[in-house]
């Protein structure tokens, strides 16, 4: 399968600090990438889809001011966690779609996820 | 109604048996359909594609769609411990985006 990368892999704050996390896709192009939280024995949440040189669309209840999302290139996104909170403790995972010529035949990768732990 | 439904579980399955495990979803015209393996911990990993009616086998993954009853499912022959793990079924919504369901927690008993 594809390969999509995040970096760090793990990490902890103290409280208002911001953290950025980076995900990367590594052998192929995606125009359109996912950022999702998890939280413990919970199913994924999305949070944003990030678009290539255009603004990221927020899901319902997402505050786009508090997680910043910036897609720079077709391998680049970042999402920016500003002034985290501990309830913003969560499992941070993105994914990115690689098109496959067809549109039913795009699929989706997920990076390994970041951990984010706020003191 | 719920757009992808998947029974929560636990599943419980004797090692060297047939797990499966089972999906319905809303959108009659969804044309994509994915089942992801996801290990406690970890971040969620495709396994499966399949976009037409009828079986599709890879290994001892088989994925089954039928779109007139709008369900997917996905059969594990020959059940290992290393197969427990939450199973996501995701299908491509109207808007290309992709939708999860809850997941299914599959337990493999040794």
């Known amino acids: 399968g594809a390969v999509v990368s995040q970096h760090p892999s793990r990490v902890i704050c103290k409280s208002g600090t911001s953290v950025k996390i980076e995900c990367r896709s590594l052998?192929?192009?995606?125009?359109?990438m996912f950022w999702y939280r998890q939280f413990p024995k919970k199913s994924l949440m999305l949070m944003a889809t990030?678009?290539?040189?255009?603004?990221?669309?927020?899901e319902q209840g997402v505050e786009k001011d508090k997680f910043l999302i910036n897609h720079a290139s077709l391998t680049l996104s970042t999402l920016t966690v500003t002034s985290a909170h501990p309830e913003d403790s969560s499992f941070y995972i993105c994914s990115a779609i690689r098109l496959a010529g067809e549109v039913r035949g795009n699929e989706q990768f997920f990076g390994p996820g970041t951990r984010l732990t706020v003191l | 109604q719920k757009e992808v439904e998947q029974n929560s579980g636990p599943l419980s399955v004797p090692e060297g048996a047939i797990a499966s495990l089972n999906c319905t979803y809303s959108?009659?015209?969804?044309?994509?359909f994915f089942w992801y393996r996801q290990y406690s911990g970890k971040s969620p990993e495709l396994i499966m594609s399949?976009?037409?009616?009828g079986d599709k086998e890879d290994g001892r993954f088989t994925a089954q769609l039928n779109k007139a009853s709008q369900y997917v499912s996905l059969l594990i022959r020959d059940s290992q411990p290393s197969d427990s793990a939450t199973y996501l079924c995701a299908v491509r919504g109207r808007d290309d985006k992709i939708i999860f369901g809850k997941g299914t927690r599959l337990h493999i008993l040794p």
């Open positions: 399949i976009y037409s009616n």
């Open positions: 990030s678009n290539e040189g255009s603004k990221a669309t927020y």
């Open positions: 052998d192929f192009q995606a125009t359109t």
């Open positions: 959108d009659r015209v969804s044309q994509s």
